[in-house]
T-cell receptor
Framework: GNSVTQMEGPVTLSEEAFLTINCTYT??????LFWYVQYPGEGLQLLLK?????DKGSNKGFEATYRKETTSFHLEKGSVQVSDSAVYFC????????????????FGKGTKLSVKP | DSGVTQTPKHLITATGQRVTLRCSPR?????VYWYQQSLDQGLQFLIQ???????AKGNILERFSAQQFPDLHSELNLSSLELGDSALYFC?????????????FGNGTRLTVT
């Protein structure tokens, strides 16, 4: 079945450091890929998405490129801030058995990021 | 604020009991999803409704059931509760049923079964 694997945390960085959170996926067909972020005590929020191979999603300085050849969607940010401390989830869109798209997502286990001043 | 409202925020109950979690989707959203978040399993998709009809089913136990009402709010019913059902339950909503509609999550209901 479809699945998402992301690097285990926690990840601790100093402010202004470079961030990479690895995400790889297994899927039939061509799912859309997403990064969601969860701040303490809140629900998940969409950070960025990419719908086809070689697409780059970007938002708030974060970016990720849909790599079909390596089945990856790694999240990067050039200079993290304390306010980026949160849990980051990689996800892919699930597909119905007959191939139609549906809205529910399959999530990775999440990577906790802590940024120190 | 995502616009998705979940009640209650916290629920503490005993094994064998039954509880109902409630979700009001964002205004205009027709699709509602339920997810369970636990430390060991991560975020697991339970069930999806679109405009009152069940659209997709994930890893939902037979002891659990859900429905979406004509006013589009949804309820998740959990019965014969076990200790392992303790988790954070999220509701999400989207405009349409497919993957092109981003999911908007509520802040969750934390269920503790003692």
């Amino acid at each position: 079945g479809n699945s998402v694997t992301q690097m285990e945390g926690p990840v601790t960085l100093s402010e202004e450091a470079f961030l990479t959170i690895n995400c790889t996926y297994t899927a039939t067909g061509y799912p859309s890929l997403f990064w969601y972020v969860q701040y303490p005590g809140e629900g998940l929020q969409l950070l960025l998405k990419a719908t086809k191979a070689d697409d780059k999603g970007s938002n708030k300085g974060f970016e990720a490129t849909y790599r079909k050849e390596t089945t990856s969607f790694h999240l990067e940010k050039g200079s993290v801030q304390v306010s980026d401390s949160a849990v980051y989830f990689c996800a892919l869109s699930d597909r119905m058995n007959y191939g139609g798209s549906q809205g529910n997502l399959i999530f990775g286990k999440g990577t906790k990021l802590s940024v120190k001043p | 604020d995502s616009g998705v409202t979940q009640t209650p925020k916290h629920l503490i109950t005993a094994t064998g009991q039954r509880v109902t979690l409630r979700c009001s989707p964002r205004s205009g959203d027709l699709s509602v999803y339920w997810y369970q978040q636990s430390l060991d399993q991560g975020l697991q998709f339970l069930i999806q409704y679109y405009n009152g009809e069940e659209r997709a089913k994930g890893n939902i136990l037979e002891r659990f059931s859900a429905q979406q009402f004509p006013d589009l709010h949804s309820e998740l019913n959990l019965s014969s509760l076990e200790l392992g059902d303790s988790a954070l339950y999220f509701c999400a909503s989207s405009v349409g049923p497919g993957e092109n509609s981003p999911l908007h999550f509520g802040n969750g209901t934390r269920l503790t079964v003692t």
